[in-house]
């Protein structure tokens, strides 16, 4: 049985070959055009014919190189696919979301753990801003969580979070300092402003059949994660989601305001979207199936 020739002859001359140069098959493989040359003739002695025909420092495929360089290409690339098969790079274990900075820190941070936990396995990378991304443009992010309003453009897999409630929301001792009985008792409160929600105090007024008071708001804030914060510290009415307060909520910093007395609003905030040729992909799959368990009620 006649021996293989070297490895490492083969894929200098598949190298050489399909690209036509010792010197960029040399760039390719980290070795310099003399080393790739020697490689190639240590291959032709081996095989006792020429695969090259070398004129003009151009390098020309015999019939020979030919044959051989079709079976090497069709060779080199089904071990190349099942090495991404049994060991995949670690780009397709790396998850990356990207979402607004208060859903990271308000929401989905503080449940991360048990994610991790679940799938060991998938790194996950996050990144945050408020304006919205368009995942079309940025393949380097893996799933959106947007806030406000759906995607819609084709090619993308959108999915709701659910409804989430939004209440007005205060510290105790600016509720009990405030008991609301006339139109000119909500004039004087500080309403906080979070300047990226789609939802206003206008919607909860109206909502609760107030007409909207004529004074100016207080503070605004480009983050609701910060609007819940001055609320909790007094400062004064929050509109904001229940989940995003609910630590504050569980250690008696923030109350609703007037208890029971006002209604609160419902809506679809936060939309989870995807690459829709990416579907099948586990490291998609399994994060999806986790989040919408979450965000069930």
């Not at 151009?58 to 060991?87: D, K, M, N, W, Y």
């Not at 959106?144 to 309003?149: D, E, H, M």
């Not at 105790?172 to 300047?195: G, K, M, T």
Request: charged share 20%.
């Amino acid at each position: 049985m006649q021996h293989l020739p070297s490895l490492h002859a083969l894929r200098a001359f598949e190298a050489a070959a399909r690209l036509g140069s010792f010197a960029r098959a040399g760039e390719e493989l980290r070795l310099t055009p003399s080393a790739i040359s020697h490689q190639v003739r240590a291959l032709e002695q081996h095989l006792g014919r020429p695969l090259f025909v070398r004129a003009n420092r151009q390098v020309l495929l015999t019939p020979e190189g030919e044959r051989l360089l079709a079976v090497l290409s069709q060779a080199f690339g089904a071990i190349r696919a099942v090495c991404a098969e049994i060991s995949p790079p670690a780009r397709t274990r790396e998850l990356a979301v990207h979402c607004t900075p208060s859903f990271a820190a308000k929401w989905l941070g503080p449940r991360l753990p048990g994610f991790i936990a679940r799938q060991p396995a998938i790194n996950i990378r996050m990144s945050s801003n408020a304006e919205p991304l368009d995942l079309l443009r940025h393949d380097e992010i893996d799933v959106v969580i947007s806030y406000g309003a759906a995607a819609k453009e084709s090619g993308l897999t959108t999915h709701t979070l659910g409804f989430e409630e939004i209440a007005a929301l205060c510290s105790p001792a600016f509720d009990r300092a405030h008991q609301v009985a006339a139109l000119e008792d909500f004039e004087a409160l500080v309403r906080l402003e979070s300047s990226f929600s789609p939802v206003r105090w206008s919607d909860w007024f109206a909502l609760n059949r107030l007409p909207m008071p004529a004074s100016r708001t207080g503070p605004a804030f480009d983050r609701g994660s910060l609007v819940i914060s001055a609320a909790a510290q007094g400062l004064g009415l929050a509109l904001e989601s229940l989940c995003f307060a609910q630590a504050e909520i569980d250690a008696g910093l923030l109350v609703r305001f007037g208890g029971d007395r006002f209604e609160s609003i419902r809506r679809n905030m936060h939309f989870l979207t995807y690459r829709t040729r990416d579907e099948s992909a586990p490291k998609i799959r399994h994060f999806c199936e986790w989040i919408i368990g979450e965000a069930a009620p």
